[in-house]
Structures are given as C-alpha cells and as structure tokens.
C-alpha cells in the first residue's frame, strides 16, 4: 500500500507514520491488492471551504472531503474516454483544525477524530455514501468494523 501524505499545517495529532499505517491497515481489512496508492492532504478549513464551494457547491467548511480517482459508474471511464489506474484510489482531504474543534463534541480526543475521520474519507473513495438511511447504516458499520479492529491489533 502507498500513502501519500501532504501536511500543510504541520499537525501534531497523529504522524505520518500513524496514518499510513491506521490506512495501510484498513486496505489490507478490506482485501485490496498491495499496489493500492491513497493521497492523504492535511490542511485547514478555509482550503476545505474553498475546495467545497469549488467542488461540491457548498459554502462552507467540513471536516473531511473525498476525490476519488474514478467515479463508481460503469459508464465513467467510457464517459471520459480515459485510462485510469484503478489502484490508485484517490485524495482524501481533512480539515485539521474542524476535526480538532468537533471531537469533543462526539466525545473523542483529536487523535481518535482523526482516525475515525481517515477511515471515513477513505471509504467514500470506495464508493461507500452516507446519502441514504440504510447506505449510512452500512457505512457507519464499516467504519465501527474497521477501527475496532485496529484498536484490538493495537492493544
């Protein structure tokens, strides 16, 4: 597994080292092949705010944000009528200083924000959503899944 790490705001939260390895762990769980490349860019809200406005057509800030390489249609890359490399899953984005300033309020250190927040973005480059009830509920187990096994791998 590649991850690609860019720390535009030098956070203290979790090294770089703790990331690639929380998302090396969390490919590995969900069977992708070792050739799997994620881009992890930690920045702070006003670029996610920008980038979300740009993007998404939401004026505002969020913690996290998904660019996944390819869409999960069958018919993108025909769509598009270009090559991609399906290893290569994607940006996740996060918000540093929105994810440091939200734990509390779910009752988690930054740290574990964090990681919960990774694994969310992550499997949003997986074509995971949150859209629906029951895509939700099928998402949310995931993330429940995965960081509960990396807990237990750690402890």
């Known amino acids: 597994m590649e ?11 979790l090294s770089h080292e703790q990331i690639e390895e929380l998302l090396s762990f969390a490919l590995s769980y969900l069977n992708k092949k070792e050739s799997t490349e994620v881009s992890v860019v930690l920045t702070d809200a006003k670029e ?4 979300n406005r740009d993007y998404r057509g939401i004026d505002s800030p969020t913690d996290v944000l998904s660019f996944a390489q390819i869409e999960n249609t069958d018919d993108a890359l025909e769509q598009e009528d270009i090559e991609v490399e399906e290893d290569l899953l994607g940006d996740i984005i996060l918000a540093v200083d929105v994810v440091n300033a939200q734990a509390p309020e779910f009752g988690n250190t930054t740290q574990d924000e964090m990681n919960f927040m990774l694994i969310h973005g992550l499997l949003h480059l997986l074509g995971y959503d949150h859209m629906e009830d029951d895509e939700a509920e099928i998402m949310e187990a995931l993330e429940d899944e995965i960081l ?4 237990q791998k750690h402890a």
């Open 3 to 13: 991850i690609y790490i860019l720390d535009k705001v030098e956070q203290t939260y």
């Open 48 to 51: 996610v705010h920008q980038l």
């Open 148 to 151: 509960n096994a990396y807990a």
